[in-house]
């Protein structure tokens, strides 16, 4: 107990600490936004409520009382600074006490305790949480006001409100949030120094900009000047500091245009300044943070690929066929014996062995004519200077050839590894296996000495254990060895030896299967020295058993993994070059293309995820539907409903490339592009008179913008329309409609995995055997 009270009066005392430090922050901010307003009491900008959001946020749940305490008092405090009544500044200070609350409340039970701004799923429930806190704050402001002063309008002062306290978490909260993230990661020093470089370098150039006369430039050269380093700081550096870039621009436009500070715009009205300003400064703080996000997701999606291909000690290369130019990391040059990055094929085959650029050459040629996988292992001996200079190592390379829309072949893109150690590993098997053969060492566990003539057989107690004999057994039959032997194994064993006798040959080898007494199946690899008599008559066998099972277990298992693999690694790549090629044909920019191709690249590594989560025994059809609509679905937009669905995992990724399709549609164009649009998508099984039941799945687009059919179908639409019936024998009825698109895809029950609840259509709606499931936030 004694020692109980130094925790419980620290954790009071950080309380305290914590709740006069926000309301000190939290009070300055307001007057800061006070200061802004346009008119006595009306701010357009309310950094108070970022400052209290962003800290709830980063502190988490043990820091509510504290800070909801201090939100209460500073905004109370605030509003009596500027002379507003007691009651409504108390109404407003429980106002914004409830937005701090709701706001973090629901990010909390969305992500937890610990919350980043380093994903984009993360960064768009962040900006939904604070509109819907800031709504119910503004509503009840609406409420407050209305009682005091009944002839304000209630749409007008609901959208002061929600505009200034949305504006002020949009642009302040990512800081704090990123600041607390940065304290417990404690960034190294490279990153602080460029980060906190690039805000220098924006602050001063916003004073700078400020400062400029009036002129012609003073509606290009901001946004010339600002932009890119707003771009830079957004993708090579971390949240925090765009996070921090978008406030300093924020302050920046906001306080210029209230205050009337600088020669933007100012021959306009004050109100259409300020409204401009407003939705400048939101916009530019939400495409900040996103492109933070988006920038910080994919360097972690590097840092994994790089880990993945240090696990493996892979080295990457492209080769463009037609020039002969290379492109290679380090490892892969460091694995060819060079200390400087070869450029060209030519120069990258340097230091190969002579001996093997034909197998090269013959793989290569081999894959360019069959389309597929190039594969080969061959040596190379590095150069003087080099730490494995003189020493010949072996490396195996694979790689895909990637060829243009009309078949002329384009680029190599592969991997290297270097498989010396296995090698080596393998001749050392090599060389024990012809010893044991020979004089019987390390695997030597079981020993016999077989008189052909008598049929007996002298054996060790290794050989004894081995065959499941009786303990102290040392002498049995050649006839009880036939009954031990696998039945399908006896005919081609007795052979070898009988070959092995016809052939007078010395040595007597063979593999085949056992059965013990027990009914356990062992592997027995033999290997015996025959001696023969005066006329040439094999007369005895003194040789070794070798339990070698768990060796055939491994083999069986290594060749089903390499298939496995090599199947799969196939098939994922083959259908990546199908999509850049055809997307590659369909966009016209560069922009769109990356955009597209990021986004189908995206669901193809979601769907390769799912898959193995489920160990490729099969898909989740409602997990693959939510994995496809969750960048564009929420609550209100979207209605998932069918029975729990397994798919195979063979069409799992067609599918989802299928759904991707759709799904991408209909956010650019179609229901899911408006605030009022509305995607129902809904499966079930119908009968058709076979013993297990189709598969339909049923997507409806309504309340959407008006859809113009295209003039020839584009790649997304063809894959939605013939992915199906092609690969997998499906139906699909895809149609542009007046209320917007509808399809209907029909799929044979034998993609479906037979553990999948089987439901027919009318059950469906007759009886309430489905489990529904509807789309959740996730």
Not at 555 to 578: F, G, P, W, Y
Request: aromatic content about 8%.
């Amino acid at each position: 107990m004694e020692r109980s009270r130094p925790v419980i009066g620290q954790s009071w005392f950080w309380s305290v600490k914590l709740a006069v430090a926000t309301g000190i922050a939290y009070f300055l901010a307001g007057r800061l936004g006070l200061i802004v307003a346009v008119e006595p009491g009306l701010a357009i900008f309310w950094p108070a409520s970022g400052i209290s959001v962003g800290a709830l946020i980063a502190l988490g749940s043990r820091a509510r009382l504290p800070v909801a305490a201090a939100v209460l008092v500073a905004s109370t405090a605030c509003g009596l600074s500027i002379g507003r009544s007691a009651w409504l500044s108390i109404a407003f200070g429980l106002l914004n006490t409830l937005q701090t609350l709701v706001t973090a409340w629901l990010i909390e039970r969305w992500f937890g305790r610990t919350f980043k701004l380093e994903d984009v799923r993360r960064v768009l429930w962040f900006f939904t949480a604070t509109a819907v806190g800031s709504a119910i704050a503004a509503a009840g402001a609406v409420v407050a006001i209305s009682l005091f002063k009944r002839t304000v309008s209630p749409l007008h002062v609901w959208g002061l409100w929600f505009a200034a306290s949305t504006l002020g978490v949009v642009t302040a909260a990512p800081l704090l949030i990123g600041l607390g993230d940065a304290i417990r990661e404690r960034l190294p020093s490279h990153e602080l120094m460029e980060g906190c470089a690039g805000l220098i370098i924006l602050t001063a150039l916003t004073v700078f900009l400020i400062s400029l006369p009036d002129g012609p430039w003073a509606t290009a050269l901001p946004e010339a000047v600002v932009f890119p380093f707003l771009l830079w700081i957004a993708i090579r550096c971390r949240p925090v500091f765009a996070a921090g870039a978008a406030l300093v621009v924020g302050l920046t436009v906001i306080g210029s245009t209230a205050l009337n500070v600088g020669n933007f715009d100012g021959d306009k009205p004050l109100a259409d300044r300020i409204l401009a300003a407003q939705t400048f400064v939101f916009i530019e703080s939400i495409l900040v943070v996103l492109l933070a996000a988006v920038f910080a997701e994919r360097r972690r999606s590097e840092q994994r690929l790089q880990l993945a291909l240090d696990g493996a000690t892979l080295g990457t290369f492209s080769a463009d066929l037609a020039t002969g130019e290379l492109a290679c990391d380090l490892r892969a040059a460091q694995s060819h014996g060079h200390s400087v990055l070869p450029t060209t094929i030519k120069e990258s085959r340097r230091f190969v062995y002579p001996e093997d650029l034909s197998r090269i050459d013959g793989a290569a040629a081999e894959a360019q004519r069959s389309g597929g996988n190039w594969k080969a292992e061959y040596r190379v001996v590095p150069p003087p200077g080099h730490p494995h200079a003189g020493e010949t190592r072996w490396i195996a390379v694979e790689g895909l050839v990637v060829r243009d829309a009309h078949g002329a072949l384009m680029q190599l893109f592969g991997v290297t590894r270097d498989i010396t150690l296995n090698k080596r590993g393998e001749q050392a098997i090599y060389e024990r296996n012809a010893q044991l053969a020979i004089a019987g060492r390390a695997a030597l566990v079981g020993s016999y000495a077989y008189d052909v003539n008598k049929g007996m057989m002298q054996v060790s107690e290794g050989y004894a254990a081995i065959h499941g004999l009786p303990e102290g057994t040392i002498e049995t039959t050649y006839d009880e060895w036939r009954v031990r032997v696998y039945p399908e194994d006896l005919a081609r064993t007795e052979a070898c030896r009988e070959r092995a006798f016809a052939n007078a040959s010395k040595e007597d080898t063979a593999e085949y299967r056992i059965v013990l007494p027990s009914g356990e199946v062992r592997w027995i690899e033999r290997r015996g020295s025959i001696s023969y008599d005066e006329k040439g008559r094999p007369k005895r066998v003194v040789g070794v058993n070798i339990d070698v099972t768990e060796r055939k277990r491994a083999e069986e298992r290594q060749r089903q993994l390499v298939a496995e693999l090599d199947h799969r690694v196939k098939n994922a790549l083959a259908t990546v070059s199908s999509v850049v090629s055809q997307t590659a044909i369909e966009k016209e920019t560069v922009a769109s293309f990356v955009a597209a191709l990021g986004g189908r690249i995206r669901s193809m590594a979601t769907t390769q995820e799912l898959l193995s989560a489920g160990q490729w025994q099969g898909i989740s059809l409602v997990e693959l539907v939510r994995c496809e609509l969750s960048p564009y679905a929420t609550p209100n937009n979207t209605h998932i409903d069918g029975p729990n669905i397994e798919l195979r995992a063979e069409i799992g990724q067609a599918m989802a490339m299928v759904l991707h399709e759709l799904a991408t549609n209909a956010a650019k164009y179609g229901a899911l592009s408006s605030e009022n649009g509305h995607v129902s998508i809904r499966w079930y099984h119908r009968l058709n008179g076979r013993a297990r039941p189709a598969l339909v799945l049923e997507w409806q687009e309504t309340d959407g913008p008006s859809i113009v059919a295209p003039r020839r179908p584009s790649y997304g639409t063809s894959t939605i329309r013939d992915l199906i019936p092609y690969e997998f024998g499906g139906m699909v009825d895809y149609a542009l409609t007046r209320e917007g698109v509808r399809c209907r895809v029909e799929l044979p029950a034998d993609w479906l995995s037979t553990s999948e609840e089987l439901v027919s259509e009318d059950s469906n709606r007759k009886t309430n055997l489905r489990r529904t499931v509807r789309y959740q936030p996730s």
